[in-house]
């Protein structure tokens, strides 16, 4: 019996890192035989499995509480090898709990009383504790020592503890050749060895490896497939939460990078685990000050900082104190203080290791030099980070890169430093190259708002237009020039995409039902979180850089047309006007004030979409548009009224006026408008527009519209096949066979924008929704793309006037026009402007002038007519 409970308890330990649940179950067993038969030192050995089992799951009081039992009974039993494997195990678990020094003594216990093959587990231990304080020479040569032991002996299970540890320590380094040949050679053994728990922890490294080397997708894979083994093993890793949560970070997916830190704190602290709750709260600093929530950042970081120096890792505080000074720059503190408090700062992290970070910190010292005018002292400071601009992280690259910018214009080097603003870009769009995802992509462009921003105002402070023209270019909707590309497993994206139709389906049912579909709504938000993450997962394509287009490719490209480009900065439009005859630059109203009478017309214009009879609210809601459109006229166009002149328009609106309704304004009436997310993409959809449309037209009529049928029955476009979806022929998968490689596609049917993830944001068909990412698979998307439906051309908008949406990823795609409407419209208007729309298009009038005439033919004594005005010409026109 005695015999059978030491199996069992060495089974338990060894299961710890495969199976923990059966190997708890076996420790009990072990433990109870055990007691049973008075075997003191075999019971030692089942407490502290359960030990190890409860630190697994993230229970640090009961693993303190086991491991505890287990040195005791060790001791009782007189038995030193029980004794120093349980103090062994009773130290990492402190260190975990944030008590460095004991979980030093423990372990120097530990090694005076194991011997041979177990005295290099201490030392394995040992230098995993020190890791934790941030000691990480001492702790790469505790390593050394103990691999070399368990080479020696054969012990692949702590080979791979091993090599597991090392890795991470080796990417804190910025060592990542190093640190992704132990975690691959880690993995195989926990392959061979079926440690599925083990497996999880080292394939969630490699991802956190290839996320500091800012390979995003394969980082992401890397952490998915971790979470499948952590599933196998039936384990919830908060450690996994916490470094998902920075790499969302890293291509500022700010808000759920944010929300998953959080949760990540609230695990560590129900689990007593301080070490890592320290650290949880800094990546919520880091989150926060993202976010621009500077007051939350600098509590965050200096609640990290007392918890580190509460545990004796001064490293670690010292990387606290460098976010509490990032949010205090950027909260505006400028002083001496402040700049010799992250001069010390800068140092610490140098001298504990810290490379990246270190140079980081001193871009921040140089940008707080020269702001106090202490350029001598921002030359030193730029010198020591001179080689942060060729490596390391995107978001130091182009720090460093503005860093030298700044010094360059304090110096009075005005072209030295467009250059140095330039470079930062440059390796912003060499970033971009990796991201395949429409979405990462586009929030990717928040690292480079600093240079570009810098670079307008330099433009508009020596009133050059061409300057001006050419900076908003450099950074504007620079996602969009590359099609998105597919995830590695689109098929299995297909698939879920499908399954979440059907979900959707049912949620609705349930609703007319008036049943519950909380659970339903659950299983939603479950599968949309599966598609994103399937679709992070795309690896992008080697750099082509798509060249800034200048004034004069662009005025070929115009003939008769004028451009508009609006520029937003320190809170002023300005507009760059390109045409045959020149182009100038002039200044245009405040931001706030012309986004304020946005929002009064869009505020109008819902008013009146809704609106099925006249009245006097409709009629005060139409008063309120007329007068909104024209308050932004005044402010937007009339500065500029005598460069336009009476010409069609480009217009290029900053993002945040992305969906303004450009026919509503006075001078924009029958007037030909198109708008592009930028000068660039406009000028590859027009020149692409050149051979004209081609291929069959696809008419699709989705439900629940009165008048979609009807509208998609009465056009008869030219081309030489017309396939007709309506009913319950227009579902998805046949909307998508139809609309690859259409020259022209028109669909009727409801639209809804998902504010909360644009990418999911949809036409409903016959079937369910057909969103953004069922888009993304078309392998030709249409030449000219009519969406009759609400909201179908409003896109979300990011950093970098990065837009996010079905009309800002069609023309990724390739579609060349599209009509589209930024509002929601009323459907009998709305019919009778797209009847119009393609009668104006099959006589020979360009898809612009055949929407201007088209909204002209509409009855301006009907207040709707104002809503159905609502509808943009996008690309080429």
Same mark, same amino acid.
């Given at each position: 019996?005695?015999?059978?409970?030491?199996?069992?308890?060495a089974?338990?330990?060894?299961?710890?890192?495969?199976?923990?649940?059966?190997?708890?179950?076996?420790?009990?067993?072990?433990?109870?035989?055990a007691?049973?038969?008075?075997?003191?030192a075999?019971?030692?050995?089942?407490?502290?499995?359960?030990?190890?089992?409860?630190?697994?799951?993230?229970?640090?009081?009961?693993?303190?509480?086991?491991?505890?039992?287990?040195?005791?009974?060790?001791?009782?039993?007189?038995?030193?090898?029980?004794?120093?494997?349980?103090?062994?195990?009773?130290?990492?678990?402190?260190?975990?709990?944030?008590?460095?020094?004991?979980?030093?003594?423990?372990?120097?216990r530990?090694? !005076?009383? @194991?011997?041979?093959?177990?005295r290099?587990?201490?030392?394995?231990?040992?230098?995993?504790?020190?890791?934790?304080?941030?000691?990480?020479?001492?702790?790469?040569?505790?390593?050394?020592?103990?691999?070399?032991?368990?080479?020696?002996?054969?012990? !692949?299970?702590?080979?791979?503890?091993?090599r597991?540890?090392?890795?991470?320590?080796?990417?804190?380094?910025?060592?990542?050749?190093?640190?992704?040949?132990?975690l691959?050679?880690?993995?195989r053994?926990?392959?061979?060895?079926?440690?599925?728990?083990?497996?999880?922890?080292?394939?969630?490294?490699?991802?956190?490896?290839?996320?500091?080397?800012?390979?995003?997708p394969?980082?992401?894979?890397?952490?998915?497939?971790?979470?499948?083994s952590?599933?196998?093993a039936?384990?919830?890793?908060?450690?996994?939460?916490?470094?998902?949560?920075?790499?969302?970070?890293?291509?500022?997916?700010?808000?759920?990078?944010?929300?998953?830190?959080?949760?990540?704190?609230?695990?560590?602290a129900?689990?007593?685990?301080?070490?890592?709750?320290?650290?949880?709260?800094?990546?919520?600093?880091?989150?926060?000050?993202?976010?621009?929530?500077?007051?939350?950042?600098?509590?965050?970081?200096?609640?990290?900082?007392?918890?580190?120096?509460?545990?004796?890792?001064?490293?670690?505080?010292?990387?606290?104190?460098?976010?509490?000074?990032q949010?205090?720059?950027?909260?505006?503190?400028?002083?001496?203080?402040?700049?010799?408090a992250?001069?010390?700062?800068?140092?610490?992290?140098?001298?504990?290791?810290?490379?990246v970070?270190?140079?980081?910190?001193?871009?921040l010292?140089?940008?707080?030099?020269?702001?106090?005018?202490?350029?001598?002292?921002?030359?030193?400071?730029?010198?020591?980070?001179?080689?942060a601009?060729?490596?390391?992280?995107?978001?130091?690259?182009?720090?460093?890169?503005?860093?030298?910018?700044?010094?360059?214009?304090?110096?009075?080097?005005r072209?030295?430093?467009?250059?140095?603003?330039?470079?930062?870009?440059?390796?912003l769009?060499?970033?971009?190259?990796?991201?395949?995802?429409?979405?990462?992509?586009?929030?990717?462009?928040?690292?480079?708002?600093?240079?570009?921003?810098?670079?307008?105002?330099?433009?508009?402070?020596?009133?050059?237009?061409?300057?001006?023209?050419?900076?908003?270019?450099?950074?504007?909707?620079?996602?969009?020039?590359?099609?998105?590309?597919?995830p590695?497993?689109?098929?299995?994206?297909?698939?879920?995409?499908?399954?979440?139709?059907?979900?959707?389906?049912?949620?609705?049912q349930?609703?007319?039902n008036?049943?519950?579909?909380?659970?339903?709504?659950?299983?939603?938000?479950?599968?949309?979180?599966?598609?994103?993450?399937?679709?992070?997962?795309?690896?992008?394509?080697?750099?082509?850089?798509?060249p800034?287009?200048?004034?004069?490719?662009l005025?070929?490209?115009?003939?008769e047309?004028?451009?508009?480009?609006?520029?937003?900065?320190?809170?002023?439009?300005?507009?760059?006007?390109?045409?045959?005859?020149?182009?100038?630059?002039?200044?245009?109203?405040?931001?706030?004030?012309?986004?304020?009478?946005?929002?009064?017309?869009?505020?109008?214009?819902?008013?009146?979409?809704?609106?099925?009879?006249?009245?006097?609210?409709?009629?005060?809601?139409?008063?309120?548009?007329?007068?909104?459109?024209?308050?932004?006229?005044?402010l937007?166009?009339?500065?500029?009224a005598?460069?336009?002149?009476?010409?069609?328009?480009?217009?290029?609106?900053?993002?945040?006026?992305?969906?303004?309704?450009?026919?509503?304004?006075?001078?924009?009436?029958?007037?030909?408008?198109?708008?592009?997310?930028?000068?660039?993409?406009w000028?590859?959809?027009?020149?692409?527009?050149?051979?004209?449309?081609?291929g069959?037209?696809? @008419?699709?009529?989705?439900?629940?519209?009165?008048?979609?049928?009807?509208?998609?029955?009465?056009?008869?476009?030219?081309?030489?096949?017309?396939?007709?979806?309506?009913?319950?022929?227009?579902?998805?998968?046949?909307?998508?066979?139809?609309?690859?490689?259409?020259?022209?596609?028109?669909?009727?049917a409801?639209?809804?924008?998902?504010?909360?993830?644009?990418?999911?944001?949809?036409?409903?068909?016959?079937?369910?929704? @057909?969103?953004?990412?069922?888009?993304?698979?078309?392998?030709?998307?249409?030449?000219?793309?009519?969406?009759?439906a609400?909201?179908?051309?409003?896109?979300?908008?990011?950093?970098?006037?990065?837009?996010?949406?079905?009309?800002?990823?069609?023309?990724?795609?390739?579609?060349?026009?599209?009509?589209?409407s930024?509002?929601?419209?009323?459907?009998?208007?709305?019919?009778?402007?797209?009847?119009?729309?393609?009668?104006?298009?099959?006589?020979?009038?360009?898809?612009?002038?055949?929407?201007?005439?088209?909204?002209?033919?509409?009855?301006?004594?009907?207040?709707?007519?104002?809503?159905?005005?609502?509808?943009?010409?996008?690309?080429?026109?």
């Amino acid at each position: 019996m005695a015999i059978e409970a030491a199996n069992q308890a060495a089974e338990a330990i060894r299961l710890v890192q495969a199976r923990p649940q059966v190997a708890r179950r076996l420790a009990v067993a072990a433990f109870d035989a055990a007691t049973s038969s008075g075997d003191v030192a075999t019971a030692s050995m089942a407490k502290r499995a359960l030990g190890l089992v409860a630190k697994e799951l993230n229970d640090m009081d009961a693993a303190e509480a086991q491991m505890r039992d287990a040195v005791r009974l060790g001791e009782r039993a007189g038995s030193g090898a029980r004794t120093g494997e349980a103090r062994m195990s009773l130290s990492l678990i402190l260190a975990h709990r944030g008590r460095s020094a004991a979980a030093l003594r423990e372990a120097d216990r530990a090694d !005076g009383l @194991l011997r041979g093959h177990d005295r290099a587990r201490v030392q394995m231990q040992r230098a995993l504790v020190l890791q934790h304080m941030g000691r990480l020479g001492e702790a790469l040569e505790g390593y050394r020592r103990a691999l070399s032991g368990f080479r020696r002996s054969g012990d !692949g299970l702590w080979e791979a503890r091993v090599r597991c540890n090392r890795g991470v320590l080796h990417a804190y380094r910025g060592e990542y050749r190093a640190a992704e040949a132990d975690l691959l050679e880690a993995e195989r053994l926990c392959e061979h060895l079926d440690l599925e728990l083990l497996l999880g922890m080292v394939r969630h490294n490699l991802g956190y490896v290839y996320a500091l080397r800012g390979d995003v997708p394969l980082a992401l894979r890397w952490y998915d497939r971790a979470e499948e083994s952590h599933g196998i093993a039936g384990v919830r890793r908060a450690e996994a939460l916490l470094d998902r949560a920075d790499l969302l970070l890293s291509v500022r997916l700010v808000r759920e990078a944010r929300v998953a830190a959080e949760q990540a704190v609230e695990d560590f602290a129900q689990g007593r685990m301080v070490a890592r709750l320290a650290e949880a709260r800094l990546t919520v600093s880091h989150a926060a000050l993202l976010d621009g929530d500077y007051e939350a950042a600098r509590a965050a970081a200096e609640q990290a900082r007392r918890a580190f120096s509460r545990q004796r890792r001064p490293s670690w505080a010292a990387l606290a104190r460098y976010a509490g000074l990032q949010a205090a720059w950027c909260s505006g503190e400028r002083s001496a203080s402040t700049l010799a408090a992250a001069q010390r700062t800068a140092s610490a992290l140098g001298a504990a290791g810290w490379v990246v970070r270190s140079l980081d910190a001193r871009v921040l010292v140089a940008r707080i030099a020269l702001d106090l005018g202490r350029v001598d002292v921002a030359e030193h400071a730029l010198r020591v980070a001179s080689r942060a601009r060729d490596s390391g992280p995107v978001e130091l690259r182009s720090r460093a890169w503005h860093a030298r910018a700044l010094l360059c214009l304090a110096r009075g080097d005005r072209r030295g430093g467009e250059a140095a603003l330039c470079a930062g870009l440059d390796v912003l769009e060499r970033y971009r190259a990796v991201l395949g995802a429409t979405e990462l992509r586009a929030t990717a462009s928040g690292h480079g708002a600093d240079l570009a921003l810098e670079g307008l105002r330099l433009a508009l402070e020596s009133a050059e237009a061409a300057k001006v023209l050419e900076w908003a270019e450099r950074w504007r909707a620079r996602a969009l020039v590359v099609r998105p590309a597919r995830p590695p497993d689109n098929h299995a994206l297909t698939a879920d995409l499908a399954k979440l139709r059907q979900v959707i389906r049912n949620v609705e049912q349930a609703v007319l039902n008036g049943a519950s579909a909380t659970g339903l709504r659950r299983e939603q938000a479950a599968l949309e979180e599966t598609v994103r993450r399937r679709a992070r997962g795309a690896a992008g394509g080697p750099l082509r850089p798509e060249p800034i287009p200048s004034p004069e490719t662009l005025v070929a490209a115009l003939g008769e047309r004028a451009l508009v480009e609006i520029v937003e900065l320190d809170g002023w439009c300005h507009v760059a006007v390109l045409s045959k005859d020149g182009l100038r630059l002039v200044k245009a109203g405040p931001v706030a004030e012309i986004l304020d009478e946005l929002e009064s017309l869009r505020f109008a214009l819902r008013r009146l979409a809704r609106a099925d009879r006249r009245s006097a609210s409709t009629d005060a809601a139409a008063a309120a548009g007329a007068y909104g459109a024209k308050r932004l006229e005044q402010l937007l166009l009339d500065p500029c009224a005598s460069a336009v002149g009476d010409r069609p328009l480009v217009v290029v609106p900053t993002g945040s006026l992305h969906a303004v309704p450009w026919a509503l304004l006075p001078s924009c009436r029958s007037r030909p408008v198109s708008v592009a997310p930028s000068a660039a993409l406009w000028l590859r959809s027009v020149t692409a527009a050149d051979d004209g449309p081609a291929g069959h037209a696809t @008419l699709v009529a989705g439900p629940g519209t009165a008048h979609a049928e009807t509208e998609v029955r009465s056009l008869t476009p030219s081309a030489a096949r017309v396939e007709r979806l309506v009913g319950e022929q227009a579902s998805v998968a046949n909307v998508l066979r139809s609309l690859d490689g259409a020259g022209l596609a028109h669909i009727a049917a409801h639209g809804t924008f998902r504010a909360d993830n644009p990418l999911f944001s949809c036409l409903h068909l016959a079937d369910g929704p @057909l969103t953004v990412y069922d888009f993304e698979c078309l392998e030709q998307a249409p030449a000219v793309l009519v969406l009759s439906a609400c909201d179908s051309g409003l896109s979300d908008v990011q950093p970098g006037d990065e837009l996010m949406g079905l009309a800002s990823v069609l023309l990724a795609l390739g579609t060349r026009t599209l009509v589209a409407s930024t509002g929601p419209v009323p459907d009998a208007q709305t019919a009778s402007v797209m009847v119009a729309f393609h009668r104006h298009l099959e006589a020979g009038r360009p898809p612009a002038a055949s929407l201007a005439c088209a909204l002209a033919e509409l009855d301006p004594s009907e207040p709707a007519s104002m809503a159905a005005a609502g509808f943009v010409c996008f690309g080429a026109g």
